[in-house]
């Protein structure tokens, strides 16, 4: 079965042809992000009306990409929830429009759920042995900071979230605070990367053993630091970097390692545009082989939105595991 994704919850217009719930034949991503970078954020109305112009193209490029005609697709999946009302509604409402006039099934799917999904894909020339269920789940994006326990692809449970700002809007304002322009979180890691070490720390708040975060308070802390050191600039950005993603990183590994013991699971699946971290990356896998959990990250390009991921999950809301 050849499905085709269309995804367009934030600045992303994307479109993608996936076989058989696995296969990745064409996986095409355009972005407005450059138009959004001299407002420090994205700008929803920006946003899907870029989306318009380009969603014809990228739809069409996707099937090109993948050599099919639309006649092949067996099904049409679309992003429905969560993101930017108006950017669902340009991908919702297309999706809509492909389905009824080619007669073909449409099938809406849960953005957050398709980030886990995307460790589950492969390339056409790839032959990857797929995670093993149950697994733990952690979503870590730009609106998103939650972990789950996965059973299977129609049976997920919620097991904590953050209570304030998501981990990659925590990267995104310290960056902002640090001028290191949006998004924050490529400019953050590789930043870090010139600081070996630092005395500084910006503990994240603790929630004892609940499962949930909190990354506002981790946030503030910078900001002071930052406000109370720049008049006299005797502060090292690449430190202050440096010793904020230690922390973020450290209370991701940390939470997610507690839900794997308390559930006993050995999986452990990451997912979202924060999973492209490159410290989160190596910790986390150092770690949890310590504990003999398995850890699967997506490949780099699936870790941020993409359409792929919502017509590999869209796959299993027909088809039971
Ligand atoms: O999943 P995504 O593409 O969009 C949402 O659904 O939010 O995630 C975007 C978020 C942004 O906050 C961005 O700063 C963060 O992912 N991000 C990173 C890295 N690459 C992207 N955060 C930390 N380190 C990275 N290398
Ligand atoms: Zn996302």
């Known amino acids: 079965m050849r499905i085709l994704g269309i995804e367009t919850s934030c600045d992303e217009t994307a479109a993608a042809v996936v076989q058989g719930g696995k296969v990745v034949l064409s996986n095409v991503v355009v972005s407005s992000l450059s138009e959004h970078q001299k407002f420090g954020g994205i700008i929803p109305e920006l946003a899907s009306r870029r989306q318009l112009d380009f969603i014809n193209d990228v739809v069409a490029k996707s099937l090109t990409d993948a050599h099919l005609k639309l006649s092949d697709i067996d099904a049409v999946a679309v992003t429905i929830t969560p993101g930017l009302l108006g950017s669902l509604l340009v991908g919702t409402c297309f999706a809509r429009a492909l389905s009824f006039s080619t007669h073909k099934p449409l099938m809406e ?18 032959n990857k042995k797929p995670p093993a269920l149950p697994a733990i789940g952690l979503v870590v994006s730009g609106g998103h900071t939650s972990l789950y326990l996965i059973r299977n692809f129609r049976h997920i449970k ?35 990367k010139e600081a070996k070490r630092t005395k500084l720390t910006f503990p994240c708040a603790d929630l004892g053993n609940s499962l949930n975060f909190s990354f506002s308070g981790i946030k503030t802390s910078v900001l002071y630091y930052v406000k109370k050191h720049q008049t006299l600039k005797n502060f090292s950005t690449k430190e202050v970097a440096y010793a904020f993603q230690k922390s973020v ?52 390009k699936l870790c941020l939105d993409n359409a792929a991921m919502i017509a590999g999950l869209a796959y299993h809301h027909r088809h039971q595991n």
């Open 109 to 126: 799917v849960d953005h957050i759920q398709a980030h886990l999904y995307a460790n589950f894909l492969i390339d056409s020339s790839g």
């Open 158 to 192: 919620l097991l904590g979230q953050t209570l304030d700002d998501a981990a990659g809007e925590a990267f995104d304002k310290v960056a902002k605070i640090l001028n290191l322009g949006y998004p924050g979180g490529p400019a953050i890691d590789k930043l870090a």
């Open 249 to 300: 990183v450290d209370t991701l590994i940390k939470k997610c390692l507690e839900a794997c013991q308390k559930y006993s699971i050995k999986t452990l699946l990451i997912g979202g545009g924060v999973a492209a971290n490159s410290t989160l990356r190596s910790e986390l896998l150092k770690k949890a082989s310590l504990k003999k959990i398995k850890v699967y990250f997506p490949a780099l």
